[in-house]
């Protein structure tokens, strides 16, 4: 059974850092695409960015390129999102998420299968 765990949010002030971490059991860790996306509340879930299986390609939501890193442990089934700089408007509740199929793109939201619970980030202005 998939898992995701996500931990490290926090409230944090303008400028600050944060590093979430999203611990995954229960699949073939190193053969999934994996994403973090995020909502704030009254608006809809968004992505922030994204690592591939392979490679450790990245991909970034505009908003946060720059600002944030994703990065993965294969060997301890870990996903992390490093945020710095945070501004108010980061606020929101992250979510990682895995791929629905192994060695295969993840791009849509809908191409992720398996979600986490969600951590929450609030960024005091």
């Known amino acids: 059974q998939v898992q995701l765990v996500e931990s490290g949010g926090g409230l944090v002030q303008t400028g600050g850092s944060l590093r979430l971490s999203c611990a995954a059991s229960g699949f073939i860790f190193s053969r999934y695409d994996m994403g973090w996306f995020r909502q704030a509340p009254g608006k809809k879930r968004e992505f922030v960015a994204r690592?591939?299986?392979?490679?450790?390609?990245?991909h970034y939501a505009a908003s946060v390129k720059g600002r944030f890193d994703i990065s993965r442990d294969n060997a301890n089934m870990v996903v992390y999102l490093e945020m710095n700089d945070l501004k108010p408007e980061d606020t929101a509740t992250y979510y990682c998420?895995?791929?629905?199929?192994?060695?295969?793109?993840?791009?849509?939201?809908?191409?992720?299968?398996?979600w986490g619970q969600g951590t929450q980030v609030t960024v005091s202005s």
């Open positions: 998420a895995a791929a629905s199929r192994e060695w295969t793109i993840a791009i849509a939201e809908s191409d992720f299968g398996s």
């Open positions: 690592i591939r299986w392979t490679r450790g390609t990245t």
